[in-house]
């Protein structure tokens, strides 16, 4: 049986199933599709560990993130020129 978290990307909550999503896929959750060929994206994830201390870290494309209850990811994308 699939496990179903909540999330929060850009600051929408998203109800995603417990596992690992490619870059590509989180993009696609942030915002509707993955277009590499008109935009750099970057990414950041802050989870709480049980002491309530934050943790971050930066994704790239190609990395994998492992969604975990309550994770927070800030995607933005940027046009190149």
Do not use: C, W
């Not at 999503?21 to 560990?49: C, H, I, P, R, W």
């Amino acid at each position: 049986m699939k496990k179903i978290i909540t999330v929060i990307i850009n600051g929408e909550p998203k109800e995603v199933e417990k596992r690992d999503y490619s870059f590509q896929e989180v993009v696609t959750l942030a915002y509707g599709s993955y277009d590499d060929s008109q935009k750099s994206y970057t990414m950041v994830s802050t989870l709480k560990n049980d002491k309530g201390e934050k943790h971050s870290r930066d994704y790239s494309f190609g990395d994998s993130i492992k969604m975990k209850e309550g994770m927070r990811i800030n995607v933005d994308s940027t046009n190149r020129s």
